[in-house]
């Protein structure tokens, strides 16, 4: 007890002389978020994410640490009291540990959990109030059929978004998931404006997923809103577990351990991400 006392004392100099040493303590807020916006690029490179990094210093804890229920139930009340509700898509955005996935394992379903730490479970991650429908699904198509006629019938993302045609583009989306499609359902066809190769594609989906530091499903990947979006992914005729796979990952292994497994099955394509070319 004495030995781990005086272990504690000394680890609080130590953290305090690296304090005074890096001056950090005379840095404002946003100066002292710009050093660890350094931190997180420089721990990636060595360690492979933030999420690592931080287990390895002991800040967070590690993954078979095992949360006991109040814990969990805490993390979940505080979502609550932010949000009003609960979601998976919450839990990521606020980083919560255990993940939701961890969770969901746990108790068997994370619906299951919400209901045992007393808090509103909510299936949608949006947390907007759901809004009336301004344009019927035919209009929709309609002003696509418009917009498609200026170009002999043939259509592209791109020669959409600059005809200033409303409904607009991100409303086709949300309504019919592609923009293929929609095109497809208008009758239209749809030009393919990819602007990667599917191994850059998967070099770049590669690179978010170590960043994010799991593997997501695809609703939670939205939510980062990051480069490849989901529908380039879907524009490149893969879906989203194809496209994990294909970047190198095992999928269903990784969505049941909660974290990143390498794929065994995917060698041919590691020579991808080996040599860097695209």
């Known amino acids: 007890m004495i030995r781990k006392r005086r272990n504690q004392q000394w680890t609080v100099r130590q953290n305090t002389t690296i304090s005074n040493i890096m001056g950090l303590s005379k840095l404002n807020n946003d100066e002292l978020l710009g050093v660890l916006r350094l931190v997180e690029a420089e721990s990636t490179k060595r360690f492979g994410n933030i999420g690592k990094a931080l287990r390895l210093a002991g800040i967070i804890k590690s993954v078979n640490f095992v949360y006991t229920d109040e814990e969990i139930f805490d993390r979940l009340k505080q979502i609550e009291q932010k949000y009003g509700k609960v979601t998976q898509g919450l839990c990521v955005k606020e980083r919560i540990q255990p993940a939701y996935q961890t969770i969901s394992k746990r108790y068997g379903s994370f619906e299951n959990a919400c209901k045992l730490a007393g808090v509103v479970f909510s299936k949608r991650n949006i947390t907007h109030p759901k809004r009336e429908r301004k344009y019927t699904d035919e209009q929709i198509l309609e002003a696509i059929r418009i917009v498609a006629s200026k170009f002999d019938h043939k259509l592209s993302t791109d020669q959409y978004k600059t005809s200033n045609m409303n409904p607009s583009f ?7 998931g592609t923009f293929g499609d929609a095109c497809k359902a208008a009758g239209v066809t749809y030009i393919h404006g990819r602007k990667f190769s599917q191994k850059t594609l998967a070099t770049k989906l590669r690179d978010q997923i170590l960043k994010i530091g799991f593997v997501p499903t695809s609703t939670i990947y939205a939510e980062f809103k990051v480069s490849p979006r989901l ?13 994990i796979e294909l970047a190198g990952f095992d999928y269903e292994k990784s969505r049941a351990a909660g974290e990143i497994i390498e794929s065994t099955t995917s060698n041919q394509n590691k020579s991808w991400f080996e040599d860097g070319t695209t």
């Open 170 to 176: 991100n409303t086709i989306i949300s309504r019919f």
């Open 231 to 243: 529908a380039t992914i879907y524009h490149h005729g893969l879906k989203w577990k194809e496209a």
